[in-house]
């Protein structure tokens, strides 16, 4: 619920009372409440989802609300047709959860916080991110994503695109881009400290461990993950639902993979360094981009906070912003879709190598390839082949077969790494 404070000048008084009666809405109207000369202020309690709908029917009508106008949380309201407006709004025809545009702008500011909380809090999941890649445990992982404060960010730069409103553009886009530039100094610091200090050995393929090599190539699934993530923020916000875990869910698409470029730079691999960070890029971008199309889906417009349809120069900011990160996402959804593209090809080139009948009794566990952009300079892919065959069979031209067939299929020549596990029979007894 919430109570609507408006100070009304006097010759928009009548317009104003108007529209409330015949929208059924009690008020109180209380003569010379501020300073200002010959106005009235009037005080109105509704149910947060008919917020929008009013005021904007106050604009409509020609009220100017951008000089006072107040929104605040109720607990309860006792009014003759309170009751009506709640069976309209909340349950009825008109039911529609979606907060109102200064609502939706003060949610997006609260959740910024101050450079010390914002970067110490970024810190800490970057390095327990790090850790957990490290320890290969998707517990630790997750634990970093409960404490990343990127939700933030994400939500003020899409908040601010489709209001239009330069300030959280610039503090939402800087503090993110800040925020991840620090989670992947963080990460490459611990990397090269637990490295050096023998904690985790030298010779260890970080990219063969399974929480990091899921991290160093985007793909459909983790672009899904993404905008899936930035939806889900962008609804929570326009809508009053908690943004706690969404928070979690953007995290999960945005600070393993910054962790997973800090590994890659210490670990000297530009495989596992360059593939997180374009993991990393596209899904900044498309979380962003998810959270103004749901937003815009849900009714929020540049030129709908105040009633008027702004011209391209006022509308500047928000459409920079849009440009900006359209302009990355194609360069990034470029190499993604090359790799995509590139993944189908190896595996159905290892899959029609094992459906042969001389390798029939192999099964396929897992297929990972090396990213497009590591190799713009060198014509060789690495590919690794994991499988499993019965215990005490034999198949030393399965890597011949394999890399003949990809190059067939792909046009380039790869290095394959095909590891295979024995596959226990287990009797009944």
């Known amino acids: 619920m919430r109570l609507i404070k408006l100070v009304v000048p006097d010759g928009q008084r009548e317009t104003v009372l108007d529209v409330l009666r015949t929208e059924n809405i009690d008020r109180v109207v209380t003569e010379d409440a501020s300073e200002r000369d010959a106005s009235t202020l009037v005080e109105f309690p509704l149910p947060t989802q008919a917020v929008e709908y009013v005021l904007g029917e106050l604009r409509e009508a020609g009220l100017d609300d951008t000089n006072y106008t107040v929104i605040a949380t109720a607990e309860t309201a006792k009014t003759t047709h309170y009751n009506e407006l709640e069976n309209r709004f909340v349950a009825g025809v008109e039911e529609d959860d979606s907060v109102a545009h200064e609502e939706i702008r003060a949610k997006a500011l609260d959740m910024h916080r101050n450079p010390l909380t914002y970067y110490a809090m970024t810190l800490f999941s970057a390095v327990v991110a790090a850790a957990g890649l490290l320890l290969n445990s998707a517990a630790i992982v997750v634990g970093a994503m409960v404490i990343a404060p990127q939700v933030g960010s994400a939500m003020m730069s899409s908040v601010g695109i489709v209001l239009n409103d330069r300030k959280l553009i610039g503090l939402g886009l800087k503090s993110l881009a800040g925020g991840l530039t620090a989670a992947v100094l963080a990460g490459t610091v611990l990397a090269f400290a637990l490295k050096a200090g023998g904690v985790v050995p030298a010779t260890l393929d970080v990219s063969a461990v399974a929480q990091v090599s899921q991290r160093t190539s985007p793909g459909l699934l983790a672009l899904a993950v993404a905008v899936c993530a930035g939806a ?67 009714g929020y417009r540049p030129w709908t906070g105040n009633g008027t349809r702004s011209g391209l120069r006022r509308l500047a900011p928000a459409l920079v912003a849009l440009g900006v990160l359209l302009a990355v996402f194609a360069v990034s959804g470029t190499v993604m879709a090359g790799q995509v593209s590139f993944d189908r090809d190896i595996n159905d080139a290892v899959e029609t190598t094992l459906d042969q009948p001389a390798y029939a009794a192999v099964d396929l566990e897992t297929v990972r390839t090396q990213v497009i952009l590591t190799s713009l300079s060198d014509d060789r892919r690495e590919v690794a082949v994991v499988v499993s065959r019965p215990t005490g069979e034999s198949y030393p031209g399965l890597p011949q077969a394999l890399a003949e067939r990809i190059e067939t299929r792909t046009g380039h020549a790869v290095d394959i790494e095909l590891t295979i596990h024995d596959r226990r029979r287990f009797s009944p007894n």
Not at 267 to 284: E, F, K, M, Q, R
């Open 232 to 298: 889900a923020g962008a609804f929570g916000l326009s809508t009053g639902l908690s943004e706690a875990l969404v928070g979690v869910m953007i995290a999960a698409a945005l600070i393993p993979a910054a962790a997973a470029v800090g590994i890659g730079v210490a670990w000297g691999l530009p495989a596992v360094a360059l593939g997180a960070l374009a993991l990393l890029v596209v899904n900044t971008v498309a979380v962003n981009l998810a959270g103004v199309l749901a937003l815009v889906y849900l």
